[in-house]
């Protein structure tokens, strides 16, 4: 069994940082996929960023576009999330997610959490105004 595990949220004033984490269980984490989506009450899970099965690609929401990156480290079975900039309204439940080679193409859906097969637990974000 797949199992992801996220990691490093917490309370921030806005304009500070914060990196999340997500380990990876498996016997094959550099053959997926990664995507960061984030929910908050009443609303659907929204797509954050993705980083293709190579790594050669990565895609974000124009909401976190120039503040956000998505990295990963294949021999840590991490995939992370550098938050810079926080805002507000970044306020979420972050969950990161885990795609059989899930590429990033302008034409692959992975922005649909539907994509995705595996999924953490969650982890808290809250941005301070």
């Known amino acids: 069994q797949v199992q992801l595990v996220e990691s490093g949220g917490g309370l921030v004033q806005a304009g500070g940082s914060l990196r999340l984490s997500c380990v990876v269980s498996?016997?094959?984490?550099?053959?997926?996929?990664m995507g960061w989506f984030r929910q908050t009450p009443g609303k659907d899970r929204d797509f954050v960023a993705a980083?293709?099965?190579?790594?050669?690609?990565?895609r974000y929401a124009d909401s976190v576009k120039g503040r956000f990156t998505i990295s990963r480290d294949n021999a840590k079975n991490t995939v992370y999330l550098q938050m810079n900039g926080l805002k507000p309204e970044d306020t979420a439940v972050y969950y990161c997610?885990?795609?059989?080679?899930?590429?990033?193409?302008?034409?692959?859906?992975?922005?649909?959490?539907?994509?995705?097969?595996?999924w953490g637990q969650g982890t808290q974000v809250t941005v301070s105004s």
């Open positions: 997610a885990a795609e059989q080679f899930l590429t990033t193409s302008s034409s692959s859906t992975y922005h649909d959490p539907n994509e995705y097969d595996y």
């Open positions: 498996g016997r094959t984490f550099s053959t997926y996929g």
């Open positions: 980083i293709s099965w190579n790594g050669l690609s990565t």
